[in-house]
């Protein structure tokens, strides 16, 4: 007997027993293996797929033999910017393409003889199956953090408080800045008031730089731009601010680390997870600076390292910072126009990673040190991201690497908060 022959008589029995099914048994213990879903393109499997689903098929089979009730499905991350695209290419809809990709994905999958319980196959483009995302988004928009209780709570609920109370004895997780009365709450329209409630909402808008491709007509993901072109198409992709939406995952950080602790995960990836939760402790300093109109103007940064104010020599802003505007004096208008153009199309990718030369320009303007009231020249670099912080630091180039070689490259000055250590031929940790 042929192996090919071989091979679809037990295809066919494994489909027929369902063997790979998972049944109900309350008695057993329970084991949940998860892949991650592919995205079924017209080109079917690629060597990558089953380099993974064969490790996870191996730890599933094993867990079966030793008693445990597993779970171990299979799924299809089937919205997607490709369909889109095709459909537009051929006009074919692209629920005719995915359901033909999704058939050919399933076949090669049976070939390989992976484990899946088919019956519990699921589709991110099927009503059934993104319903309850959506379910999931009004749940997290009709909700607020209670930073007190350490929980969601409705959205309803906060407007009684607001109601009775105000906002001043409320913990939550928000960026809404300033206090108000009841009866500044009972005075306002219902647009106010809902406009003032998104600063609260778990699922909120805000404005944000994004990668704007208007060939594509949507935004990509860092991923998908490459040399400032899309990695489908190659057309022009550009750094425009967008309002969208936004979850406030940041008020979870501490309910997150702590039960991080609690997961049977190596060591190695409870630290990158730590990473990407990214809590940051530290505190606001406020630096009066005086605008070319002669205004004053708050500039706010947020430092993990407080205690360095005293080596702070000079204030970097985010090219997209709001207090750009106001803050440039007429002579660099031109400059700081220029720069901003030229940031705004880098990625934050690149942004973060940083190297080379430095580059940045001189606002024209001084902020103030709060405590000593040395004038301190503004500049605006791409090193500093608006997403982070507040978008504006105070620069220590005596304790921070890329402070230090800003600094170096713009001849400003480098202040030691240690006395006697000198930083000059580079940064040290304070």
């Not at 407080?306 to 803050?327: K, R, S, Y």
């Not at 500093?384 to 600094?407: K, N, Q, S």
Request: hydrophobic share 40%.
């Amino acid at each position: 007997m042929s192996f090919a022959s071989i091979d679809r008589k037990w295809q066919a029995h494994w489909e027929a027993v369902g063997a790979f099914e998972t049944s109900e048994a309350p008695d057993k213990p329970k084991y949940y293996v998860l892949d991650m879903f592919p995205y079924p393109s017209g080109a079917g499997l690629h060597v990558g797929h089953p380099l993974g689903y064969i490790a996870t098929d191996i730890v599933a089979r094993y867990k079966r033999h030793r008693g445990y009730a597993v779970l171990h499905p299979m799924g299809f991350d089937s919205f997607g910017l490709p369909a889109e695209q095709y459909a537009l290419r051929t006009g074919i809809h692209p629920a005719i393409t995915t359901e033909k990709n999704i058939r050919r994905y399933t076949e090669q999958l049976k070939r390989i003889g992976l484990g899946y319980p088919w019956s519990r196959a699921v589709r991110t483009s099927d009503p059934a199956y993104y319903k309850w995302t959506q379910w999931i988004f009004l749940q997290l928009f009709s909700h607020w953090y209670d930073k007190k209780a350490q929980k969601a709570r409705p959205i309803t609920e906060l407007v009684e408080i607001f109601a009775r109370e105000g906002n001043s004895t409320v913990e939550a997780a928000t960026d809404y800045e300033g206090t108000f009365s009841a009866a500044e709450w009972a005075s306002w329209d219902e647009k106010t008031r809902q406009s003032v409630l998104m600063h609260y909402r778990l699922a909120y808008t805000q404005e944000a730089m994004v990668n704007w491709c208007p060939a594509l007509g949507t935004v990509l993901a860092n991923e998908e731009v490459k040399d400032g072109l899309s990695e489908r198409g190659g057309h022009p992709v550009y750094r425009i601010p967008l309002r969208q939406w936004f979850l406030r995952i940041t008020a979870y950080a501490d309910r997150l680390l702590k039960h991080l602790d609690e997961l049977d995960w190596s060591d190695a990836i409870k630290e990158q997870q730590r990473n990407w939760i990214g809590r940051s402790e530290g505190a606001y300093i406020d630096f009066p600076a005086e605008a070319p109109d002669g205004s004053i103007v708050t500039v706010r940064v947020f430092s993990t390292r407080p205690d360095t104010l005293w080596g702070a020599t000079f204030l970097v802003l985010a090219p997209e910072h709001p207090l750009v505007e106001q803050l440039t004096a007429p002579p660099q208008r031109e400059a700081v126009s220029a720069y901003q153009t030229w940031a705004k199309n880098r990625l934050e990718r690149e942004r973060l990673i940083g190297g080379g030369t430095p580059t940045g320009v001189f606002l024209g303007t001084y902020a103030m040190h709060p405590y000593t009231g040395e004038k301190l020249p503004i500049y605006i670099s791409d090193y500093v991201l608006m997403g982070y912080g507040t978008g504006a630091i105070m620069a220590v180039p005596a304790h921070d690497a890329r402070d230090w070689a800003f600094a170096k490259h713009f001849g400003l000055p480098i202040r030691s908060i240690i006395e006697g250590v000198s930083a000059e031929n580079g940064a040290y940790e304070a």
